[in-house]
């Protein structure tokens, strides 16, 4: 004998919605929109949501709009930190598991987004700053992305010009820094950047998961410019720090991001390995 069930009223919505947008989709072409002008809004959203957002089509999403007659879609992201760990921690490393062996448009990251030390001259960033266009920027002799897909090139180019003028980053607005975080922009990985054409919206969200472990280290500014960038380009970025390690609040505004807590916190280790000692153990050796 089957167990009934009855669904909550947000879950039957969601379900009505999710079929809806299934059955639309099948009169819609493959990448349809692929050509279409890109806006990125970022959803405010809770720690309980959060795991049912991320795997949530763009479509079905608040916030989503597709508008055929003027060729521009709306994707609706999460960007959003979640410090310490749940009291049962194995469906968070299953979670984080999944992301590492998945074929999907997921990218687990446990390493520097950046490690160059390259930086644009003075002359260029000049040169592109006076004619602050996606169009300029990709006849810069700086644009170094000239070997992707045209189209993505000018999606990466309208991200650069939108980041640089609504500047979600606590640091001033100075010169000196926006040639900094311009440097940076010029100088993702192209591999990463090249999951975007991946992309089929408003069928999915790509995820940038990011793991903050002390092996790690700091994340830099230029880490945090960078997952700035590939919220601008439509993905869902998450930083997940078991150590409850600072990171975008050292470098964001914030209101920029959405910031979660769990109770608990893993232990930090010392120099020798060994975990820290608190406060007590230290004082009465336990």
């Not at 990448?31 to 279409?36: C, D, E, G, R």
């Not at 989503?64 to 709306?74: G, R, S, W």
């Not at 069928?203 to 903050?212: F, T, Y």
């Not at 975008?248 to 232990?267: A, I, Q």
Request: aromatic content about 10%; overall charge negative.
């Amino acid at each position: 004998m089957v167990k009934k069930t009855i669904k909550t009223l947000a879950r039957q919505a969601q379900d009505e919605l999710l079929e809806e947008s299934q059955n639309s989709a099948l009169l819609q072409e493959d990448f349809a929109t692929k050509a279409y002008q890109m806006d990125v809004v970022r959803i405010e959203t809770t720690l309980a949501e959060l795991n049912i957002l991320l795997g949530m089509p763009a479509v079905i999403r608040s916030g989503f709009v597709q508008d055929d007659a003027n060729k521009l879609i709306t994707i609706p992201t999460v960007f959003a930190k979640v410090d310490g760990l749940p009291a049962n921690e194995k469906p968070y490393w299953q979670h984080l598991d999944s992301i590492r062996d998945t074929n999907g448009l997921q990218a687990l990251v446990t390493r520097h987004m950046n490690t160059s030390d390259w930086r644009i001259s003075s002359e260029d960033f000049n040169a592109i700053m006076s004619n602050f266009t996606a169009q300029a920027l990709q006849q810069s002799d700086a644009w170094a992305y000239q070997l992707l897909n045209k189209l993505l090139q000018n999606q990466i180019a309208e991200a650069i010009v939108a980041l640089l003028s609504d500047w979600p980053f606590s640091v001033s607005q100075t010169i000196e820094n926006q040639q900094f975080v311009l440097s940076v922009l010029l100088d993702l990985p192209k591999e990463l950047l090249e999951m975007s054409l991946e992309v089929d919206y408003p069928k999915e969200v790509p995820l940038l998961a990011v793991v903050h472990q002390e092996s790690l280290g700091e994340l830099t500014f230029e880490d945090i410019v960078a997952f700035n960038m590939f919220h601008q380009l439509g993905w869902d970025v998450v930083v997940y720090s078991p150590h409850a390690f600072a990171s975008l609040e050292n470098y964001m505004t914030t209101d920029s991001y959405d910031k979660f807590s769990y109770d608990k916190v893993r232990t930090t280790s010392s120099a020798t390995g060994d975990p820290k000692k608190s406060f007590l153990q230290k004082w009465f050796g336990n």
